[in-house]
Protein backbone atom coordinates (compact mmCIF):
# COMPACT_ATOMS: atom_id res chain seq x y z
CA UNK A 1 0.00 0.00 0.00
CA UNK A 2 1.65 3.30 -1.06
CA UNK A 3 2.09 5.60 2.24
CA UNK A 4 -0.36 8.46 1.55
CA UNK A 5 0.73 12.17 1.66
CA UNK A 6 -0.18 15.23 2.58
CA UNK A 7 -2.57 17.36 0.18
CA UNK A 8 -0.33 19.52 -1.53
CA UNK A 9 -1.01 23.40 -2.25
CA UNK A 10 -2.59 22.79 -5.84
CA UNK A 11 -4.27 19.35 -4.01
CA UNK A 12 -5.87 22.28 -1.49
CA UNK A 13 -6.66 24.69 -4.34
CA UNK A 14 -8.73 22.54 -6.23
CA UNK A 15 -10.63 21.23 -3.33
CA UNK A 16 -11.46 25.45 -2.58
CA UNK A 17 -12.06 25.96 -5.68
CA UNK A 18 -15.11 23.27 -6.23
CA UNK A 19 -16.45 24.85 -3.55
CA UNK A 20 -16.28 28.39 -5.11
CA UNK A 21 -18.07 26.95 -8.22
CA UNK A 22 -20.47 25.02 -6.86
CA UNK A 23 -22.32 27.52 -4.06
CA UNK A 24 -24.35 30.57 -5.34
CA UNK A 25 -24.18 33.23 -1.81
CA UNK A 26 -21.17 34.48 -0.93
CA UNK A 27 -21.14 33.77 2.77
CA UNK A 28 -21.14 29.87 1.70
CA UNK A 29 -18.48 30.92 -0.46
CA UNK A 30 -16.32 32.01 2.21
CA UNK A 31 -17.70 30.26 5.18
CA UNK A 32 -15.95 26.93 4.28
CA UNK A 33 -12.46 29.06 3.00
CA UNK A 34 -11.99 30.60 6.35
CA UNK A 35 -13.05 27.35 8.58
CA UNK A 36 -10.62 24.99 6.70
CA UNK A 37 -8.38 27.79 7.45
CA UNK A 38 -8.63 27.75 10.88
CA UNK A 39 -8.23 24.40 10.97
CA UNK A 40 -5.34 23.54 8.81
CA UNK A 41 -2.82 26.93 9.68
CA UNK A 42 -4.26 25.88 14.11
CA UNK A 43 -5.07 29.97 14.10
CA UNK A 44 -7.18 31.10 17.00
CA UNK A 45 -8.66 33.83 15.50
CA UNK A 46 -9.26 34.90 11.26
CA UNK A 47 -10.53 37.76 10.08
CA UNK A 48 -11.25 38.34 6.56
CA UNK A 49 -10.83 41.77 5.92
CA UNK A 50 -12.55 43.68 3.13
CA UNK A 51 -10.85 47.53 1.61
CA UNK A 52 -13.50 49.98 1.74
CA UNK A 53 -11.48 53.01 -0.74
CA UNK A 54 -14.24 55.72 -0.45
CA UNK A 55 -13.48 55.24 3.29
CA UNK A 56 -9.56 54.04 2.87
CA UNK A 57 -10.11 51.80 5.53
CA UNK A 58 -10.65 47.55 6.35
CA UNK A 59 -13.86 46.05 7.89
CA UNK A 60 -14.41 42.60 8.82
CA UNK A 61 -16.73 40.78 6.55
CA UNK A 62 -16.11 37.51 8.65
CA UNK A 63 -14.52 35.97 11.32
CA UNK A 64 -13.55 32.43 12.38
CA UNK A 65 -11.98 30.90 15.82
CA UNK A 66 -12.26 32.52 19.23
CA UNK A 67 -13.11 35.95 18.44
CA UNK A 68 -15.20 37.98 20.47
CA UNK A 69 -17.88 39.99 18.99
CA UNK A 70 -16.30 43.47 19.43
CA UNK A 71 -13.32 42.41 17.64
CA UNK A 72 -15.54 41.17 14.76
CA UNK A 73 -16.15 45.33 14.50
CA UNK A 74 -12.22 46.28 14.31
CA UNK A 75 -11.70 48.28 11.24
CA UNK A 76 -7.96 49.49 10.11
CA UNK A 77 -7.02 52.44 7.78
CA UNK A 78 -5.15 51.56 5.07
CA UNK A 79 -1.69 51.59 5.99
CA UNK A 80 -2.24 51.44 9.42
CA UNK A 81 -1.29 47.86 11.36
CA UNK A 82 -0.34 44.94 9.46
CA UNK A 83 -3.56 44.09 7.53
CA UNK A 84 -3.54 47.91 6.56
CA UNK A 85 0.17 47.55 5.14
CA UNK A 86 -0.64 44.26 3.25
CA UNK A 87 -3.71 46.09 1.98
CA UNK A 88 -1.89 49.05 0.61
CA UNK A 89 1.24 47.65 0.01
CA UNK A 90 -0.48 44.47 -1.92
CA UNK A 91 2.43 41.84 0.01
CA UNK A 92 1.75 39.11 2.62
CA UNK A 93 3.40 39.51 5.42
CA UNK A 94 4.46 37.03 8.49
CA UNK A 95 5.66 38.40 12.23
CA UNK A 96 6.13 35.60 14.27
CA UNK A 97 6.21 38.02 17.34
CA UNK A 98 4.47 41.23 17.10
CA UNK A 99 5.94 43.06 20.13
CA UNK A 100 9.00 43.49 17.94
CA UNK A 101 6.59 45.31 15.02
CA UNK A 102 5.90 48.97 15.16
CA UNK A 103 3.01 48.04 12.61
CA UNK A 104 1.48 46.10 15.17
CA UNK A 105 2.04 48.24 18.21
CA UNK A 106 0.68 51.55 16.51
CA UNK A 107 -2.64 49.73 15.60
CA UNK A 108 -2.74 48.32 19.38
CA UNK A 109 -2.13 51.78 20.60
CA UNK A 110 -5.12 53.46 18.89
CA UNK A 111 -7.46 50.77 19.54
CA UNK A 112 -7.94 47.50 21.76
CA UNK A 113 -5.74 45.20 19.39
CA UNK A 114 -3.75 44.56 22.27
CA UNK A 115 -4.86 40.66 21.74
CA UNK A 116 -1.99 39.25 19.47
CA UNK A 117 1.28 38.09 19.69
CA UNK A 118 1.64 36.35 16.04
CA UNK A 119 0.07 37.31 13.03
CA UNK A 120 0.24 36.16 9.49
CA UNK A 121 -1.42 38.39 6.78
CA UNK A 122 -2.06 37.68 2.90
CA UNK A 123 -3.54 39.77 0.69
CA UNK A 124 -6.74 39.05 -1.91
CA UNK A 125 -6.41 40.48 -5.13
CA UNK A 126 -8.72 40.45 -8.38
CA UNK A 127 -6.91 41.22 -11.51
CA UNK A 128 -3.49 42.92 -9.27
CA UNK A 129 -6.13 44.67 -6.93
CA UNK A 130 -6.29 44.37 -3.83
CA UNK A 131 -9.85 43.84 -2.48
CA UNK A 132 -9.39 42.45 0.95
CA UNK A 133 -6.85 40.54 3.45
CA UNK A 134 -7.20 37.20 5.50
CA UNK A 135 -5.39 37.66 8.77
CA UNK A 136 -4.46 34.91 10.93
CA UNK A 137 -3.54 36.43 14.76
CA UNK A 138 -1.90 33.62 17.29
CA UNK A 139 -2.16 29.79 17.28
CA UNK A 140 -3.92 27.67 19.29
CA UNK A 141 -0.72 25.89 20.20
CA UNK A 142 0.73 28.71 21.26
CA UNK A 143 3.71 28.64 18.54
CA UNK A 144 4.25 31.06 15.67
CA UNK A 145 3.44 31.97 12.14
CA UNK A 146 6.36 30.92 10.54
CA UNK A 147 6.93 31.58 5.97
CA UNK A 148 5.45 28.22 5.15
CA UNK A 149 2.31 29.27 6.56
CA UNK A 150 2.42 31.94 4.55
CA UNK A 151 2.74 30.34 1.84
CA UNK A 152 -0.13 27.72 2.46
CA UNK A 153 -2.53 31.07 3.21
CA UNK A 154 -2.07 32.31 0.23
CA UNK A 155 -3.30 30.08 -1.22
CA UNK A 156 -6.82 30.28 0.84
CA UNK A 157 -6.53 34.33 0.01
CA UNK A 158 -6.45 33.68 -3.66
CA UNK A 159 -9.54 31.02 -3.38
CA UNK A 160 -11.51 33.33 -1.16
CA UNK A 161 -10.32 36.52 -3.61
CA UNK A 162 -12.12 34.06 -6.54
CA UNK A 163 -15.23 33.41 -4.60
CA UNK A 164 -15.55 36.84 -3.88
CA UNK A 165 -15.10 37.94 -7.94
CA UNK A 166 -17.98 35.16 -8.90
CA UNK A 167 -20.14 36.50 -6.01
CA UNK A 168 -20.25 39.98 -7.52
CA UNK A 169 -20.02 38.38 -10.95
CA UNK A 170 -23.85 36.45 -9.97
CA UNK A 171 -24.89 39.96 -8.37
CA UNK A 172 -23.85 41.55 -11.73
CA UNK A 173 -25.76 39.41 -14.27
CA UNK A 174 -28.80 39.38 -12.20
CA UNK A 175 -28.89 42.97 -12.48
CA UNK A 176 -28.43 42.89 -16.01
CA UNK A 177 -30.94 40.06 -16.17
CA UNK A 178 -33.75 42.12 -14.64
CA UNK A 179 -32.25 44.99 -16.79
CA UNK A 180 -32.92 43.15 -19.86
CA UNK A 181 -36.16 42.05 -18.60
CA UNK A 182 -37.17 45.49 -18.36
CA UNK A 183 -36.12 46.39 -21.31
CA UNK A 184 -37.49 44.07 -23.31
CA UNK A 185 -40.70 45.09 -21.97
CA UNK A 186 -40.40 48.59 -22.29
CA UNK A 187 -37.89 49.49 -25.26
CA UNK A 188 -38.05 46.60 -27.43
CA UNK A 189 -41.02 45.69 -27.70
CA UNK A 190 -42.50 44.80 -31.78
CA UNK A 191 -45.13 47.56 -31.76
CA UNK A 192 -47.96 47.37 -34.52
CA UNK A 193 -50.95 46.65 -35.50
CA UNK A 194 -51.27 46.69 -39.28
CA UNK A 195 -52.11 43.17 -40.98
CA UNK A 196 -48.54 42.53 -42.18
CA UNK A 197 -46.95 42.91 -38.45
CA UNK A 198 -49.72 40.55 -37.15
CA UNK A 199 -49.18 37.42 -39.90
CA UNK A 200 -45.45 38.06 -38.60
CA UNK A 201 -46.33 38.03 -35.09
CA UNK A 202 -48.60 34.68 -35.70
CA UNK A 203 -45.41 32.91 -37.14
CA UNK A 204 -43.71 33.90 -35.13
CA UNK A 205 -45.74 32.26 -31.94
CA UNK A 206 -46.54 29.06 -33.86
CA UNK A 207 -42.54 28.73 -34.64
CA UNK A 208 -41.96 29.40 -30.80
CA UNK A 209 -43.17 26.29 -29.46
CA UNK A 210 -41.33 24.16 -31.72
CA UNK A 211 -37.29 23.69 -31.52
CA UNK A 212 -37.35 24.02 -35.64
CA UNK A 213 -34.38 26.35 -36.89
CA UNK A 214 -35.92 29.45 -38.38
CA UNK A 215 -34.51 31.86 -40.92
CA UNK A 216 -35.30 35.51 -40.41
CA UNK A 217 -35.22 37.40 -43.26
CA UNK A 218 -35.82 40.95 -44.05
CA UNK A 219 -33.89 44.39 -44.57
CA UNK A 220 -32.08 46.17 -42.46
CA UNK A 221 -33.59 47.66 -39.63
CA UNK A 222 -36.61 45.85 -39.93
CA UNK A 223 -36.46 44.60 -36.58
CA UNK A 224 -35.26 41.15 -37.24
CA UNK A 225 -33.16 40.97 -34.20
CA UNK A 226 -36.49 41.64 -31.90
CA UNK A 227 -38.32 38.99 -33.43
CA UNK A 228 -35.88 36.41 -32.70
CA UNK A 229 -36.01 37.39 -28.84
CA UNK A 230 -39.97 37.44 -29.07
CA UNK A 231 -39.61 33.72 -30.86
CA UNK A 232 -37.32 32.95 -27.33
CA UNK A 233 -39.32 34.62 -25.13
CA UNK A 234 -42.42 32.88 -26.44
CA UNK A 235 -41.04 29.43 -26.18
CA UNK A 236 -40.69 26.95 -23.83
CA UNK A 237 -36.74 27.88 -23.23
CA UNK A 238 -37.80 31.09 -21.72
CA UNK A 239 -35.53 30.64 -18.68
CA UNK A 240 -32.36 30.01 -20.66
CA UNK A 241 -30.24 32.22 -22.61
CA UNK A 242 -30.54 33.88 -25.78
CA UNK A 243 -27.13 34.73 -27.74
CA UNK A 244 -26.47 37.17 -30.29
CA UNK A 245 -23.49 36.90 -32.67
CA UNK A 246 -23.55 39.18 -35.75
CA UNK A 247 -21.58 37.08 -38.57
CA UNK A 248 -20.33 40.06 -40.42
CA UNK A 249 -18.67 41.69 -37.55
CA UNK A 250 -15.90 38.74 -37.53
CA UNK A 251 -13.46 37.17 -39.79
CA UNK A 252 -13.17 33.45 -39.82
CA UNK A 253 -11.22 32.55 -37.67
CA UNK A 254 -12.36 34.73 -34.79
CA UNK A 255 -15.77 33.23 -35.20
CA UNK A 256 -14.74 30.33 -34.76
CA UNK A 257 -13.38 30.96 -31.72
CA UNK A 258 -16.68 32.91 -30.47
CA UNK A 259 -18.87 30.00 -32.32
CA UNK A 260 -16.92 27.44 -30.17
CA UNK A 261 -14.50 28.66 -27.86
CA UNK A 262 -11.26 27.08 -27.52
CA UNK A 263 -9.01 25.25 -25.10
CA UNK A 264 -6.08 26.72 -22.73
CA UNK A 265 -2.58 26.55 -25.30
CA UNK A 266 -4.73 26.10 -28.70
CA UNK A 267 -2.71 28.83 -29.67
CA UNK A 268 -0.48 31.91 -28.49
CA UNK A 269 -1.98 34.03 -25.79
CA UNK A 270 -5.29 31.26 -24.98
CA UNK A 271 -3.94 30.94 -21.72
CA UNK A 272 -7.57 29.22 -20.31
CA UNK A 273 -10.32 27.59 -21.86
CA UNK A 274 -12.83 29.89 -23.04
CA UNK A 275 -16.39 29.04 -23.81
CA UNK A 276 -18.22 29.62 -27.01
CA UNK A 277 -21.56 31.29 -28.12
CA UNK A 278 -22.77 27.73 -28.65
CA UNK A 279 -22.24 26.39 -25.33
CA UNK A 280 -23.29 29.80 -23.21
CA UNK A 281 -26.52 28.74 -25.35
CA UNK A 282 -26.60 25.35 -24.21
CA UNK A 283 -30.61 24.37 -23.54
CA UNK A 284 -31.47 28.52 -25.12
CA UNK A 285 -31.47 29.82 -27.73
CA UNK A 286 -28.56 31.35 -30.57
CA UNK A 287 -29.04 33.85 -32.60
CA UNK A 288 -26.80 34.28 -35.68
CA UNK A 289 -27.32 37.65 -37.60
CA UNK A 290 -26.07 38.22 -41.30
CA UNK A 291 -25.75 34.55 -41.89
CA UNK A 292 -25.45 35.44 -45.58
CA UNK A 293 -21.38 36.74 -44.47
CA UNK A 294 -20.60 32.99 -42.96
CA UNK A 295 -17.29 32.18 -44.72
CA UNK A 296 -17.60 28.85 -46.50
CA UNK A 297 -15.72 27.12 -43.90
CA UNK A 298 -17.56 28.11 -41.09
CA UNK A 299 -20.36 27.15 -43.36
CA UNK A 300 -19.48 23.83 -43.31
CA UNK A 301 -19.15 23.86 -39.39
CA UNK A 302 -22.18 25.35 -39.18
CA UNK A 303 -24.06 22.58 -41.17
CA UNK A 304 -22.75 19.78 -38.58
CA UNK A 305 -23.32 21.37 -35.88
CA UNK A 306 -26.76 21.86 -36.77
CA UNK A 307 -27.26 18.25 -37.40
CA UNK A 308 -25.46 16.54 -35.40
CA UNK A 309 -25.63 19.11 -32.03
CA UNK A 310 -21.86 18.21 -31.55
CA UNK A 311 -18.76 20.64 -32.03
CA UNK A 312 -15.26 21.11 -31.17
CA UNK A 313 -13.00 23.49 -29.31
CA UNK A 314 -10.74 25.28 -31.27
CA UNK A 315 -7.27 23.60 -30.09
CA UNK A 316 -9.84 19.93 -28.93
CA UNK A 317 -10.27 16.55 -28.89
CA UNK A 318 -13.29 15.92 -26.94
CA UNK A 319 -16.84 16.50 -29.18
CA UNK A 320 -19.13 19.05 -26.87
CA UNK A 321 -22.64 18.22 -27.26
CA UNK A 322 -25.35 20.52 -27.17
CA UNK A 323 -28.98 21.55 -27.32
CA UNK A 324 -29.16 25.11 -29.00
CA UNK A 325 -31.85 26.59 -30.45
CA UNK A 326 -30.73 28.18 -33.99
CA UNK A 327 -32.26 30.99 -35.37
CA UNK A 328 -30.74 32.91 -38.34
CA UNK A 329 -31.30 36.46 -40.20
CA UNK A 330 -29.89 37.66 -42.83
CA UNK A 331 -30.92 40.85 -45.21
CA UNK A 332 -29.34 39.18 -48.33
CA UNK A 333 -31.18 37.59 -50.64
CA UNK A 334 -30.07 33.92 -49.37
CA UNK A 335 -31.91 31.87 -51.78
CA UNK A 336 -30.05 33.74 -54.74
CA UNK A 337 -26.53 33.14 -52.97
CA UNK A 338 -27.26 29.24 -52.92
CA UNK A 339 -28.39 29.80 -56.70
CA UNK A 340 -25.04 31.37 -57.41
CA UNK A 341 -22.75 28.85 -54.69
CA UNK A 342 -21.86 31.55 -52.47
CA UNK A 343 -23.89 29.65 -49.78
CA UNK A 344 -24.12 25.77 -49.01
CA UNK A 345 -27.57 24.37 -50.36
CA UNK A 346 -27.74 21.90 -47.69
CA UNK A 347 -26.78 24.56 -45.07
CA UNK A 348 -29.60 26.61 -46.67
CA UNK A 349 -32.23 24.05 -45.91
CA UNK A 350 -31.06 22.95 -42.29
CA UNK A 351 -31.43 26.59 -40.95
CA UNK A 352 -34.54 27.43 -43.25
CA UNK A 353 -37.08 24.41 -41.63
CA UNK A 354 -39.20 27.87 -40.96
CA UNK A 355 -38.90 31.00 -43.15
CA UNK A 356 -40.11 34.77 -41.82
CA UNK A 357 -39.76 37.63 -44.14
CA UNK A 358 -40.02 40.71 -41.98
CA UNK A 359 -42.10 43.37 -43.74
CA UNK A 360 -40.18 46.88 -44.70
CA UNK A 361 -41.84 49.65 -42.86
CA UNK A 362 -43.19 51.22 -46.38
CA UNK A 363 -45.44 48.11 -46.40
CA UNK A 364 -46.87 48.57 -43.13
CA UNK A 365 -47.22 52.54 -43.19
CA UNK A 366 -50.44 52.83 -40.60
CA UNK A 367 -47.89 51.54 -37.80
CA UNK A 368 -45.54 54.66 -38.44
CA UNK A 369 -47.71 56.51 -36.28
CA UNK A 370 -47.82 54.14 -33.49
CA UNK A 371 -43.90 53.94 -33.71
CA UNK A 372 -43.79 57.63 -33.57
CA UNK A 373 -45.33 57.86 -30.67
CA UNK A 374 -43.88 55.13 -28.86
CA UNK A 375 -40.16 56.11 -29.51
CA UNK A 376 -41.26 59.87 -28.55
CA UNK A 377 -42.27 58.61 -25.68
CA UNK A 378 -38.91 57.21 -24.94
CA UNK A 379 -36.86 60.32 -25.45
CA UNK A 380 -39.67 62.68 -24.00
CA UNK A 381 -38.85 60.61 -20.91
CA UNK A 382 -34.84 60.74 -21.06
CA UNK A 383 -34.85 64.45 -22.35
CA UNK A 384 -37.36 65.12 -19.93
CA UNK A 385 -40.01 66.99 -22.14
CA UNK A 386 -43.60 65.66 -20.72
CA UNK A 387 -45.31 68.45 -23.23
CA UNK A 388 -43.30 67.76 -26.79
CA UNK A 389 -45.72 66.75 -29.74
CA UNK A 390 -45.43 66.03 -33.22
CA UNK A 391 -47.13 68.37 -35.53
CA UNK A 392 -49.22 66.90 -38.01
CA UNK A 393 -47.70 68.00 -40.64
CA UNK A 394 -44.63 66.54 -39.57
CA UNK A 395 -46.55 63.15 -38.68
CA UNK A 396 -48.14 63.16 -42.27
CA UNK A 397 -44.80 63.83 -43.78
CA UNK A 398 -43.37 60.47 -41.76
CA UNK A 399 -46.40 58.99 -43.18
CA UNK A 400 -45.63 59.26 -46.67
CA UNK A 401 -42.07 58.96 -46.72
CA UNK A 402 -40.82 55.38 -47.75
CA UNK A 403 -37.96 54.77 -44.75
CA UNK A 404 -35.08 53.11 -47.09
CA UNK A 405 -33.74 52.58 -43.00
CA UNK A 406 -36.73 51.34 -41.73
CA UNK A 407 -37.86 51.44 -37.73
CA UNK A 408 -33.88 52.44 -36.97
CA UNK A 409 -34.51 55.47 -40.01
CA UNK A 410 -37.50 56.19 -38.27
CA UNK A 411 -35.84 55.97 -34.54
CA UNK A 412 -33.02 57.59 -35.66
CA UNK A 413 -34.96 60.57 -37.25
CA UNK A 414 -37.04 61.12 -34.43
CA UNK A 415 -34.13 61.24 -31.89
CA UNK A 416 -32.53 63.94 -34.04
CA UNK A 417 -35.45 65.94 -34.05
CA UNK A 418 -36.01 65.69 -30.42
CA UNK A 419 -32.52 66.94 -29.98
CA UNK A 420 -32.30 69.60 -32.87
CA UNK A 421 -35.98 70.97 -32.68
CA UNK A 422 -37.55 73.72 -30.37
CA UNK A 423 -38.79 71.20 -27.53
CA UNK A 424 -42.27 72.23 -27.97
CA UNK A 425 -43.52 70.82 -31.32
CA UNK A 426 -41.71 68.45 -34.15
CA UNK A 427 -41.89 70.13 -37.37
CA UNK A 428 -41.00 69.01 -40.54
CA UNK A 429 -38.00 70.37 -40.83
CA UNK A 430 -36.67 68.74 -37.59
CA UNK A 431 -37.02 65.59 -39.29
CA UNK A 432 -34.29 64.64 -41.83
CA UNK A 433 -36.91 63.53 -44.55
CA UNK A 434 -38.58 64.82 -48.03
CA UNK A 435 -41.16 63.32 -48.77
CA UNK A 436 -41.59 59.66 -50.47
CA UNK A 437 -38.24 58.50 -51.56
CA UNK A 438 -37.74 58.94 -55.26
CA UNK A 439 -37.27 55.92 -57.70
CA UNK A 440 -35.44 56.18 -60.90
CA UNK A 441 -38.52 55.82 -63.11
CA UNK A 442 -36.30 54.51 -65.96
CA UNK A 443 -35.90 55.18 -69.53
CA UNK A 444 -38.19 57.91 -70.66
CA UNK A 445 -38.81 59.22 -74.18
CA UNK A 446 -38.06 62.76 -75.28
CA UNK A 447 -34.75 63.19 -73.28
CA UNK A 448 -31.31 63.92 -74.59
CA UNK A 449 -29.01 61.27 -73.44
CA UNK A 450 -27.24 63.65 -71.45
CA UNK A 451 -29.97 64.74 -69.75
CA UNK A 452 -30.82 61.22 -69.36
CA UNK A 453 -28.05 60.60 -67.33
CA UNK A 454 -27.95 63.53 -65.02
CA UNK A 455 -31.24 62.56 -64.76
CA UNK A 456 -29.78 59.00 -63.36
CA UNK A 457 -27.19 60.64 -61.52
CA UNK A 458 -29.28 62.94 -59.84
CA UNK A 459 -31.87 60.36 -58.36
CA UNK A 460 -28.90 57.76 -57.61
CA UNK A 461 -27.40 60.50 -55.78
CA UNK A 462 -30.48 61.80 -53.38
CA UNK A 463 -31.09 57.74 -52.93
CA UNK A 464 -27.43 57.29 -51.25
CA UNK A 465 -27.33 60.56 -49.27
CA UNK A 466 -31.04 59.57 -47.91
CA UNK A 467 -29.71 56.20 -47.15
CA UNK A 468 -26.66 57.54 -45.29
CA UNK A 469 -28.81 60.45 -43.26
CA UNK A 470 -27.63 63.08 -45.83
CA UNK A 471 -23.57 62.20 -44.71
CA UNK A 472 -21.50 62.88 -47.95
CA UNK A 473 -18.82 60.95 -46.74
CA UNK A 474 -20.78 57.82 -45.91
CA UNK A 475 -22.31 58.37 -49.64
CA UNK A 476 -18.95 59.13 -51.33
CA UNK A 477 -17.80 55.96 -50.13
CA UNK A 478 -20.69 54.15 -50.73
CA UNK A 479 -20.46 55.33 -54.87
CA UNK A 480 -16.93 54.79 -54.61
CA UNK A 481 -16.12 58.45 -55.63
CA UNK A 482 -14.38 61.36 -53.52
CA UNK A 483 -16.11 63.65 -51.06
CA UNK A 484 -14.86 66.83 -53.17
CA UNK A 485 -16.39 65.28 -56.72
CA UNK A 486 -19.72 64.11 -54.84
CA UNK A 487 -19.93 67.87 -53.46
CA UNK A 488 -19.87 69.04 -57.01
CA UNK A 489 -22.45 66.56 -58.32
CA UNK A 490 -24.38 67.94 -55.68
CA UNK A 491 -24.14 71.56 -56.75
CA UNK A 492 -23.96 70.72 -60.55
CA UNK A 493 -27.51 68.85 -60.44
CA UNK A 494 -28.87 71.33 -57.83
CA UNK A 495 -29.94 68.65 -55.27
CA UNK A 496 -30.53 69.88 -52.32
CA UNK A 497 -29.72 69.03 -48.35
CA UNK A 498 -30.50 65.70 -47.30
Known sequence: MKPSHPPSETDRFREISSWVSSVHDLDQHLEPIIGTVTQVLRAKMVFLMLVDRKAKRLYVKTAAGDVLDEYKKREVQLGEGIAGYVAEKGEAVVVPDVSNDIRWAKEAAESSASFAHTVACAPMKIANETIGVIELINRTDGGYFQDADLKLLAVYAEAAALAINKAEQEVKADAEGESFREELCSKYQIIGKGDALNRVVSEAFKVAKS??????????????????????????????????????????????????????????????????????????????????????????????????????????????????????????????????????????????????????????????????????????????????????????????????????????????????????????????????????????????????????????????????????TKAAKKLDIQRTYLSRLISKLDIKEV
Request: charged share 30%; with cysteine.
Open 211 to 472: KASTLILGESGTGKELLARLIHQAGPRRDNPMIGLNCAALPETLMEDELFGHEKGAYTGALNRKIGKFELANNGTLFLDEIGEMSPGMQAKMLRVLQEGVFYRVGGNLPVSVDVRVICATNRDILKEVTEGRFREDLYYRMNVVQIQMPPLRERREDIPLLADYFLELFKTERGLPELRISPKALQNMTHYDWPGNIRELRNALERAVVMGNHEEIQPEDLPIFGPRTAYKGIEVGLTLDEAIDRFKREFIIANLRSTGGNR
